[in-house]
């Protein structure tokens, strides 16, 4: 499995980007796909995912994102994005996208739960 993100760059505050991952290797469908982020001189953390056929699909946001940030899944184009909202200064991080399967649901917010990373892709918002 290899993952290539992109959309990132330079937004100003309010305005709204739309982030890219395009999912190489074999039953897309079946990976669970999550994006995190980290900020300079923070730890990473779980932004959003969204579970595979196997989760039904099922979506959860961190509570900083909710109602801000929307993922989704083209399983025909093997792609997962994520469309970002209203976005702050507090929104400025690589995002890097994540993939595996069966992981169990007490676990999906976990970076360490993920074997499969992109390489990131960097969102500045200005103030």
């Known amino acids: 499995v290899q993952l290539q993100a992109s959309g990132g760059g330079l937004v100003q505050a309010g305005g709204s980007l739309r982030l890219s991952c395009e999912f190489s290797?074999?039953?897309?469908?079946?990976?669970?796909m999550a994006w995190f982020r980290q900020a300079p001189g923070k730890e990473r953390e779980f932004v959003a995912v969204?579970?595979?056929?196997?989760?039904?699909?099922?979506?959860y946001y961190s509570d900083s994102v909710k109602g801000r940030f929307t993922i989704s899944r083209d399983n025909a184009k093997n792609t997962v994005l994520l469309q970002m909202n209203s976005l702050t200064p507090e929104d400025t991080a690589v995002y890097y996208c994540?993939?595996?399967?069966?992981?169990?649901?007490?676990?999906?917010?976990?970076?360490?739960?993920?074997?499969?990373w992109g390489q990131g892709t960097k969102v500045t918002v200005s103030s």
């Open positions: 290797g074999r039953a897309f469908s079946r990976f669970t």
């Open positions: 969204k579970r595979g056929s196997g989760g039904g699909g099922a979506t």
């Open positions: 994540a993939a595996d399967q069966g992981i169990i649901l007490s676990s999906l917010r976990q970076a360490i739960s993920y074997d499969y």
